[in-house]
């Protein structure tokens, strides 16, 4: 079994999502996974796919306030259903939502 690179684990959640691409074209899609330092999300349809840097919109479940997170991530995965992003330059309001979402089965109280 290969060794898990990972430093924060993967929790399987399904959460409304938008790709933006370098070139501004917007991609419906769904999150299967997501830890502190990345996320699979899964594409409907047929290409072009994005590549490079890309922005991720996140519909989080416990943001009252503004519900979708904007990240910044690195395509480091490219799969038939989808791609494995890795977050880069995470803000302040969209990391406290992510670590409330990663860790919510620890029941720990929720920071925000």
């Given at each position: 079994m290969p060794s898990e690179r990972r430093d924060t684990p993967r929790i399987p959640y399904s959460l409304e999502a938008?790709?933006?691409?370098?070139?501004?074209?917007?991609?419906?899609?769904?999150?299967?996974?997501i830890s502190l330092n990345g996320v699979f999300v899964l594409i409907?349809?047929?290409?072009?796919?994005?590549?490079?840097?890309?922005?991720?919109?996140?519909?989080?479940?416990?943001?009252?306030?503004?519900?979708?997170?904007?990240?910044?991530?690195?395509i480091v995965h490219a799969g038939a259903d989808g791609f494995g992003l890795l977050f880069d330059h995470t803000s302040t309001e969209g990391y406290v939502p992510l670590i409330n979402l990663v860790f919510a089965k620890t029941r720990?109280?929720?920071?925000l």
């Open positions: 938008v790709i933006k691409s370098g070139g501004g074209d917007l991609r419906p899609c769904k999150t299967r996974d409907r349809g047929t290409g072009p796919y994005p590549t490079g840097p890309v922005e991720l919109m996140v519909k989080m479940p416990s943001s009252r306030t503004r519900p979708m997170k904007r990240f910044h991530a690195q720990l109280p929720e920071l």
